[in-house]
């Protein structure tokens, strides 16, 4: 089995719901904490073993590429500071020649579109494909789990993690067929199930191990649910061939293609740092007994 070595990061969306701030600014390297949120992915996909990372972006998003370009004068500025520390930060960051690749999707046509435009660059190997947007904290890097899992499974893999089901019609929902704890072998995948028609509770979030089968799949360029083309969809072709399991990841995943995802996401990251938290637990406490007292 080939491993697991190109990761595919579609980023073409415009950031609609954090306007004005996406205006100028890819939601992308909006700050979490003090990282971009696409830096929480990088990290994220090189414990996992990935060694080609492929953006999908479009028009707009040339900050994005900057931010993984190397920055020679702020490096001599900080060498010469004497500021090793931020120096090894910053250099940490940087994404060496070869290492990156970026591909312009020129039409919106969903995220099944958004893959199939990195087809050439992903060739005939299984990849991975990461979304940005969905930032998963855990002791160990949720596509690590996941690549850990499929040297065992082969096929295709994605992250899965229940949820109220008056929410299913969000998600693309899994039809289990069998449950074996962490791991669950899938027999059909819908995306964004009408109100009560979910096959179950069991959710695709934003990491995905795929076959390049599934890019035969999007050549189709058949449209599902919103008329786009659906990654799901592809993935659920590939059911009885490869086959498809889903993994139930340890950590917490924060969708921060919301604005409270976004904070939410702050807050606990913030609130794991040694250098941040007593001061702002102490500003949280005084939050919290400020509108009991007003109650």
């Not at 990935?50 to 953006?55: A, H, L, V, Y």
């Not at 850990?148 to 893999?157: L, W």
């Not at 702002?280 to 919290?288: E, T």
Request: charge should be negative; aromatic fraction near 6%; charged fraction near 25%.
């Amino acid at each position: 089995m080939n491993k697991v070595t190109k990761a595919v990061f579609p980023v073409a969306g415009l950031g609609t719901r954090f306007l004005p701030a996406t205006k100028s600014v890819p939601k992308e390297i909006m700050t979490l904490v003090d990282r971009p949120l696409v830096q929480y992915a990088i990290d994220e996909a090189r414990a996992a073993g990935i060694k080609e990372f492929i953006f999908v972006t479009s028009r707009g998003k040339g900050a994005l590429e900057d931010y993984f370009d190397h920055a020679p004068q702020l490096e001599q500025s900080l060498a010469d500071s004497g500021k090793d520390d931020l120096l090894e930060i910053l250099r940490s960051t940087n994404m060496d020649s070869g290492e990156v690749a970026y591909i312009r999707q020129h039409r919106a046509l969903g995220l099944g579109h958004a893959v199939w435009c990195a087809r050439r660059l992903i060739g005939d190997e299984p990849f991975a494909v990461m979304l940005p947007d969905d930032v998963i904290s855990g002791d160990t890097p949720c596509l690590q789990q996941m690549v850990e899992a499929y040297e065992e499974t082969g096929g295709n893999m994605v992250a899965a993690m229940e949820v109220p089901i008056e929410k299913a019609s969000a998600y693309g929902m899994l039809d289990v067929k069998d449950d074996m704890g962490s791991l669950v072998s899938v027999k059909g995948m819908v995306e964004k199930p009408k109100a009560g028609t979910a096959p179950s509770n069991l959710a695709v979030i934003g990491r995905y191990i795929l076959s390049p089968k599934v890019l035969d799949s999007l050549n189709a360029m058949e449209t599902g649910a919103g008329g786009e083309i659906q990654l799901t969809d592809a993935i659920a072709q590939q059911i009885d061939g490869e086959g498809v399991y889903g993994y139930r990841f340890r950590g917490e995943r924060f969708d921060c293609g919301s604005k409270s995802g976004f904070l939410q996401a702050t807050v606990s990251f913030a609130l794991a740092r040694d250098d941040l938290k007593t001061e702002l637990s102490a500003f949280l406490h005084d939050i919290v007994s400020a509108e009991k007292a007003a109650q």
